[in-house]
């Protein structure tokens, strides 16, 4: 079993600045791709930024230029650098990863809130 505990969510003004970190804990897994996606109020759950072990990553349109993720595997930590947040960028961010024990399983964060005021 593993769990993903994410924290760095908060209240920033528009223009500002907020990391987020998940943080995998547990006992002999290993961890392929991680990810952070959000959902906002009366939306569906989309994909932030994706990075797989080696480094590889992916962001959605609305956040490349201003969101870095990357990831330290010998931690099995996320990040999420978001910079020149916007209003529309309010949301709750779910952590993602592909965690192996015995078969790939998808595991989630418990989501931490992310509101940018005007």
């Known amino acids: 079993q593993a769990q993903l505990v994410e924290s760095g969510g908060g209240l920033v003004q528009a223009g500002g600045s907020l990391r987020l970190s998940c943080a995998a804990s547990g006992r002999s897994f290993s961890i392929a791709a991680m990810g952070w996606y959000r959902q906002a109020p009366g939306k569906q759950r989309e994909l932030v930024a994706r990075?797989?072990?080696?480094?590889?990553?992916n962001y959605a349109d609305s956040v490349k230029g201003r969101f870095t993720i990357s990831r330290d595997n010998a931690k099995n930590t996320v990040y999420l650098q978001m910079n020149s947040l916007k209003p529309e960028d309010t949301a709750v961010y779910y952590c993602?990863?592909?965690?192996?024990?015995?078969?790939?399983?998808?595991?989630w964060g418990q989501g931490t809130q992310v509101t940018v005021s005007s």
């Open positions: 990075i797989t072990r080696a480094g590889s990553t």
């Open positions: 993602h990863a592909d965690v192996t024990v015995v078969v790939p399983v998808p595991y």
